[in-house]
C-alpha cells in the first residue's frame, strides 16, 4: 500500500495498516505509524503476533517526512518468514522459528484492514501528548493498492498452491546480501526500539532475536 500520513499535528493518531486473524489464537502482523507534534517525527512501529502472543515491538524513525509524498509499505509473508519493506528497504525479517519453539502465523487466513484511530492514552510520548482536536479532521490518504496471494477458507490450515507460487521459491525464502545490509543500516541509523533489547520488559531475549537480525 502507498500511504500518505498525516500533517501536521499528528498527536495522539494512529494510522495502521495491518493483516490480522478472526481466531481465537490471534495472529497479526502490524504496521502502526504514531503520530507526533508538528515538526517532530512520526515514529513507525511493526509487531508481530503469533498463537496468540504479541509482545514484539520495534520501533523506527523513518528517514524521511512521511506526510509529504506517498511511499510504500508492504510485508511479504510466506512459509519461510515476515518480511516488512519501506519502499524497497526492508525494515524487520521474522523467520520461521518453529524448530526454536516459537509460533509461526501460517495455520490460518487473515484478512487485510486499515485504520486510523485516536490513540492519545499511549502513542505519543506514552500517553504524555494528547489529540488536539482543534485540528481535526485528521487525514490519511491511500493509493496504489496491491495484493498477490492464495484465497483460503476459514477452515485452510495452508495455502493450497504451497510451494508452487512465486513468493515459496527459493529467492523469496530469505533476504539477499544487500536486503541484510540494508536492514543492518536501520537497526544502527534509526531503530529507537527493540524488544529484543529490552530486558526491563523481558529478563531473557526472545530465541528468534539472533535469527531475525534484530541483535
Do not use: M
Given at each position: 500500500m502507498q500511504i500518505k500520513l498525516v500533517g501536521g499535528d499528528s498527536a495522539g493518531t494512529v494510522t495502521a495498516f495491518y493483516l490480522s486473524s478472526q481466531n481465537s489464537e490471534h495472529d497479526e502482523i502490524d504496521f502502526e505509524f504514531l503520530g507526533n507534534r508538528t515538526g517532530e517525527p512520526y515514529i513507525l512501529q511493526t509487531n508481530v503476533f503469533s498463537g496468540g502472543k504479541g509482545d514484539r515491538e520495534q520501533r523506527i524513525y523513518l528517514w524521511f517526512d512521511p506526510t509529504k509524498d506517498y511511499h510504500s509499505y508492504s510485508v511479504l509473508w510466506n512459509l519461510y518468514m515476515i518480511a516488512f519493506f519501506v519502499d524497497d528497504t526492508p525494515i524487520r525479517v521474522f523467520k520461521n522459528s518453529k524448530d526454536l519453539g516459537v509460533r509461526y502465523p501460517f495455520d490460518q487466513p487473515m484478512k487485510l484492514y486499515s485504520s486510523l484511530w485516536n490513540a492519545d492514552?499511549?502513542?505519543?510520548?506514552?500517553?504524555?501528548?494528547?489529540?488536539?482536536?482543534?485540528?481535526?479532521?485528521?487525514?490519511?490518504?491511500?493509493?496504489?493498492?496491491?495484493?498477490?496471494?492464495c484465497e483460503a477458507s476459514a477452515e485452510a490450515k495452508v495455502c493450497a498452491t504451497q510451494g508452487a507460487r512465486w513468493w515459496d521459491q527459493k529467492e523469496f525464502q530469505d533476504l539477499d546480501g544487500e536486503?541484510?545490509?540494508?536492514?543492518?543500516?536501520?537497526?544502527?541509523?534509526?531503530?529507537?526500539y527493540n524488544y529484543c533489547t529490552d530486558r526491563e520488559r523481558y529478563a531473557t531475549m526472545s530465541p528468534e532475536c539472533t535469527r531475525d537480525h534484530d541483535v
Open positions: 492514552d499511549w502513542a505519543t510520548r506514552g500517553g504524555q501528548e494528547k489529540t488536539d482536536w482543534s485540528k481535526a479532521p485528521f487525514v490519511a490518504s491511500y493509493r496504489g493498492f496491491y495484493v498477490d496471494g536486503q541484510y545490509r540494508r536492514l543492518a543500516w536501520v537497526r544502527k541509523e534509526h531503530t529507537i
